[in-house]
């Protein structure tokens, strides 16, 4: 079945250390996007990419960084610039009908 | 630059009863409308969108909304209220085609519901 794979699914992170989420789909879209999502905050833009080998900085960008190399991958690292990192991350993808969104990491800063 | 306003972060209902939860957009375009359902440490799951089509919109699990472009609302309803219905919902506006610059969301509300 197609879907969107986010790993891992608890992450903990020393401060000061760079961190690495996966998000990987197969649904064959051609819009990614990561989203931030803190208790009664909602869900925040982080980062946005249309097409491979470009991406969009979102509302909440400082402190991450993206790649998109190819189609299915869109891994998001936060840096050690992210002064509050502890938070629900969730990856998402779209045809431009719909979106899709994977089941989410959470980060915790110990 | 669009927006969305949920009213009350935490909606208490029995179960049988109507559940009624509030989104109001502001767009400068007709936008597209989303109500997402979250469960705990899992991602969003689509119940509804409105496209411009109809102005009642059927989801799943027996939720509807219903766009009203004059008062920039698109409530969720459903008529009977299921102990399986407890969870946290989003609305969420997108600009017309579908969003290439992603969703605008509101802050959620937390769904009770009462044995």
């Known amino acids: 079945d197609g879907g969107i794979t986010q790993s891992p699914k608890y992450l903990f992170r020393k401060e000061g250390q760079n961190v690495t989420l996966s998000c990987e789909q197969n649904?064959?879209?051609?819009?990614m996007y990561w989203y931030r999502q803190d208790p009664g905050q909602g869900l925040r833009l982080i980062y946005y990419s249309q097409i491979v080998n470009d991406f969009q900085k979102g509302d909440i960008a400082e402190g991450y960084s993206v790649s998109r190399e190819k189609k299915e991958s869109f891994p998001l690292t936060v840096t050690s610039a992210q002064k509050n990192p502890t938070a629900f991350y969730l990856c998402?993808?779209?045809?431009?009908?719909?979106?899709?969104f994977g089941s989410g990491t959470r980060l915790t800063v110990v | 630059a669009q927006s969305v306003t949920q009213l009350g972060s935490h909606v208490s209902v029995s179960e049988g009863a109507l559940v009624l939860l509030r989104c109001n957009y502001s767009?400068?375009?007709?936008?597209?409308l989303f109500w997402y359902v979250q469960y705990p440490n899992q991602g969003l799951q689509l119940l509804l969108k409105y496209t411009s089509a109809a102005t009642l919109v059927k989801g799943i699990n027996g939720f509807e909304a219903e766009f009203k472009k004059s008062e920039t609302s698109f409530h969720l309803t459903k008529p009977s209220a299921h102990m399986s219905d407890a969870a946290e919902y989003f609305c969420?506006?997108?600009?017309?085609?579908?969003?290439?610059?992603?969703?605008?969301f509101g802050k959620g509300t937390h769904l009770i519901i009462q044995p």
């Open positions: 998402a993808s779209s045809t431009g009908y719909g979106y899709t």
């Open positions: 649904l064959n879209h051609d819009a």
């Open positions: 767009s400068s375009v007709p936008p597209y």
């Open positions: 969420a506006v997108s600009d017309p085609g579908g969003g290439a610059d992603g969703l605008t």
